[in-house]
């Protein structure tokens, strides 16, 4: 992925309902910490180009302004390890930190969660904090991270993760950046994902061209 590329990935912003087995919705809902996938998306369902390229991000300084307070709405991130290595290649570097200095002072400390089974464990660096590699998916663990205090947490691109996530009813939220463009070919953000029905939170266009669509599954 080139530089540009990702000088380009902005932030822009989910766990979902409990798996039925492990406890239904209750009162508790409201006060649970919510997991949000947050993805730029072409018209025709891609997040990324099929090499992974992003070049096409629709991204202007009205989206920059909205993406920066959407992070501060977060107490943690989730990523795979492609989409992380790409994050922690640029925020903490002076190049991020100068271009858009309140998502990347957010991004280097926030907590940040990390699935892969390959990727080695990371310490603290001088800026990148709080990195916490898990080496698979469990479903109890995540809805432990909905239980606890604290602010929503957000998944950015990292497709087979929100995939995964998706299949295991453990989004409670998808916001979708669609950006005016058909790519025709790609990464599919929603690749082998079963049918789910969504309920429309709300939808909000931006001088660009760029329309967010904000849904939740809906619950039988």
């Known amino acids: 992925m080139t530089k540009q590329s990702c000088c380009r990935f902005r932030i822009l912003i989910g766990i979902a309902t409990p798996l039925a087995t492990l406890g239904a919705r209750d009162d508790r809902k409201e006060k649970m910490r919510k997991k949000i996938v947050f993805n730029l998306v072409t018209i025709d369902g891609f997040f990324a180009g099929p090499n992974g390229e992003i070049d096409w991000h629709n991204y202007d300084d009205e989206i920059g302004a909205f993406s920066a307070e959407q992070m501060k709405t977060l107490g943690a991130l989730i990523f795979g390890k492609t989409t992380y290595e790409l994050m922690a ?88 950046l669609v950006n005016p463009l058909i790519l025709g070919a790609g990464k599919p953000l929603f690749k082998d994902v079963k049918k789910t029905n969504l309920k429309l939170l709300g939808a909000r266009t931006f001088k660009d061209g760029n329309v967010l669509l904000t849904y939740e599954p809906k619950v039988d």
């Open 89 to 176: 290649g640029y925020w903490p570097t002076p190049e991020g930190i100068k271009s858009e200095p309140v998502v990347a002072g957010i991004m280097n400390s926030i907590p940040k969660i990390v699935f892969s089974k390959t990727m080695k464990e990371v310490k603290d660096g001088p800026v990148w904090k709080n990195v916490k590699v898990f080496r698979e998916i469990n479903p109890r663990e995540i809805i432990k991270m909905k239980e606890q205090d604290g602010k929503d947490i957000a998944i950015f691109g990292s497709g087979t993760i929100v995939q995964q996530l998706a299949n295991l009813g453990l989004i409670d939220e998808y916001r979708l």
